[in-house]
């Protein structure tokens, strides 16, 4: 079964680096369909390859980036899920 999900970013998130919105669309995504996931590990696809190694090593020397990146891991967890 497929689910979609969409959402505008404010006007803060908007003026954010491309590797930001890539992210928040994770954590946004996640926020929604994570109750719905059955499954326990999930790929996520992206076109970045920034964002694609920032979700494979779970890190990113991005003091900005590290806080959302924690958010998305929060999820992860709260969701039993893995990456």
């Known amino acids: 079964m497929e689910h979609?999900?969409?959402a505008a970013f404010s006007r803060a998130d908007?003026?954010?680096h491309i590797t930001f919105k890539e992210l928040k669309a994770v954590?946004?995504?996640l926020q929604v369909?994570?109750?719905?996931?059955?499954v326990k590990s999930?790929?996520?696809f992206s076109d970045s390859s920034t964002t694609v190694a920032?979700?494979?090593k779970l890190y990113?020397?991005?003091?900005?980036?590290r806080g959302l990146l924690g958010r998305i891991i929060a999820l992860t967890k709260a969701y039993g899920l893995s990456l």
């Not at 369909?33 to 059955?38: A, C, F, N, W």
């Not at 990113?60 to 980036?65: A, F, G, I, V, Y």
């Open 33 to 38: 369909l994570g109750p719905l996931i059955t």
């Open 4 to 6: 979609m999900t969409s």
């Open 27 to 29: 954590e946004c995504a």
């Open 14 to 16: 908007a003026a954010q």
């Open 42 to 44: 999930l790929a996520v």
């Open 54 to 56: 920032i979700l494979q």
């Open 60 to 65: 990113t020397k991005s003091p900005r980036l």
